[in-house]
């Protein structure tokens, strides 16, 4: 089976390629830029970017948007996690919770976008901020994030071992069984 994904994001494409292969699931990548709601929520830009995605491409389709809910900071980011990144980094983001609250929760929701409509998966997983990045797969806040139940960050665990746990594997999981499942 082929599917598409809608990203522009080399590394995201990477990582969910080799999640749907598990599944018996192909993916093609469409390299596009959508707008992007500044919204909090992952669902909400998740289901923005799919029927965006839908009418531009008229094919079936997913999309995927994650974000990273630290309680020391109320909840945010949420989906705004990447422009954090972009401004302040992973050491940043572990500066500034010096005294906060480190716990995190990390969200994916994939969107599947056919004729029919869309429906959303959901995969999170919880963890911690750690006190500073660790690890050389740099790939956004990975340096910073740990696995309940783990004492490594993403970034020192790598790609195949973080798409075993990863909310983003839990998420495309679903979607894979829902596909199989039609």
């Known amino acids: 089976m082929e599917l598409y994904f809608v990203t522009g994001n080399q590394d995201k494409f990477r990582e969910a390629s080799a999640i749907m292969l598990r599944y018996g699931i192909r993916l093609k990548m469409l390299n596009a830029e959508l707008d992007e709601l500044q919204e909090k929520e992952v669902s909400k830009v998740s289901v923005h970017k ?40 992973s050491n940043g983001i572990a500066r500034c919770l010096r005294g906060k609250d480190r716990h995190a929760r990390a ?64 998420a495309l999981e679903s979607l894979a069984s829902w596909l199989h499942s039609r």
């Not at 948007?65 to 980094?89: A, M, R, V």
């Not at 409509?117 to 995969?123: E, N």
């Not at 006190?131 to 740099?138: I, L, Q």
Request: aromatic share 14%.
């Open 107 to 170: 969200v994916c929701v994939a969107t599947y976008a056919d004729r029919q409509g869309l429906r959303s998966f959901t995969g999170e997983i919880h963890g911690t901020i750690a006190g500073r990045p660790r690890g050389s797969y740099d790939f956004g806040w990975d340096p910073v994030f740990v696995p309940q139940g783990s004492k490594k960050t993403f970034a020192q665990m790598g790609m195949d071992e973080k798409n075993m746990l990863s909310h983003r594997r839990k």
């Open 50 to 89: 799919a029927r965006q995605a839908f009418e531009r491409f008229g094919k079936p389709l997913f999309v995927e948007d994650t974000g990273l809910y630290i309680t020391g900071f109320n909840g945010y980011p949420g989906s705004l996690i990447k422009h954090f990144i972009t401004s302040i980094g």
